[in-house]
């Protein structure tokens, strides 16, 4: 059971390029997100998903686009990188929030634009 | 924005002292939640308390949660060094767009040996 899987772990971009974080879980669950996380800033939620089909908006979403076409994945992409981007990238996943319900992460992607 | 405050941002202890961070939120909520992070990787969830509950424990671990100041501590007992990492809460709440998770921006955790 591998749980969250993100590639790549490092990337570097440079200025206007396009990459996707790749993201899979293997436990079926309804809810996946994306987060970014800089310092001082906690995890800022970027884009999420409650089911294959179905995405929204978290915080911080320009720049961002994401698709679920199917339970296990939610890659994320960047259309145009920007070095505002350079951060390191959390996939995470949970059955529904609300029912109190963990929520698992991928290790992470550190993404440098430059 | 929706996320939480973690306070305080660092805090350093002498092993076998006790830790204690607090966490404000900004709505109502389902659930919340605490969770660590160590350096250079993802987080793992550490306890959950629900929004009826006022606290809770889990080894040396120890929730309270008070809903009319929407706020949380998390107490670490007699703590080691292996404690040393980030901590964060989380809430889940329903959103305009359905239920979202949000994170506080952490209490990073220094236990000196």
């Known amino acids: 059971n591998a749980g969250v899987t993100q590639t790549p772990k490092f990337q570097v971009l440079k200025t206007g390029q396009s990459m996707t974080l790749q993201c899979a879980q293997d436990?079926?669950?309804?809810?996946m997100s994306w987060y970014r996380q800089d310092p001082g800033m906690g995890l800022r939620l970027i884009h999420y998903?409650?089911?294959?089909?179905?995405?929204d908006q978290g915080e911080v979403p320009n720049g961002y686009n994401v698709s679920r076409s199917t339970t296990e994945d939610f890659p994320l992409r960047l259309l145009s990188a920007a070095p505002s981007q350079t951060s390191v990238y959390f996939c995470?996943?949970?059955?529904?929030?609300?029912?109190?319900?963990?929520?698992?992460f991928g290790e992470g992607s550190w993404l440098t634009v430059v | 924005s929706q996320q939480g405050e973690e306070d305080p941002q660092a805090l350093s202890i002498q092993e076998g002292e006790n830790a204690t961070m607090n966490c404000s939120y900004k709505?109502?909520?389902?659930?919340l939640q605490w969770y660590r992070q160590n350096s250079g990787r993802g987080l793992v969830h550490l306890i959950l308390i629900r929004s009826n509950e006022r606290e809770k424990h889990s080894g040396r671990l120890r929730v309270t949660l008070d809903t009319s100041k929407k706020s949380s501590s998390l107490l670490i007992t007699a703590s080691r060094a292996a404690d040393t990492a980030s901590y964060f809460c989380a809430t889940d709440f329903k959103g305009d767009t359905g239920n979202q998770f949000y994170f506080g921006t952490g209490t990073s955790l220094t236990v000196i040996p």
């Open positions: 998903s409650v089911g294959a089909g179905i995405t």
């Open positions: 709505t109502s909520i389902n659930n």
């Open positions: 995470a996943s949970s059955p529904y929030p609300g029912s109190g319900n963990t929520i698992y």
């Open positions: 436990m079926n669950h309804e809810y």
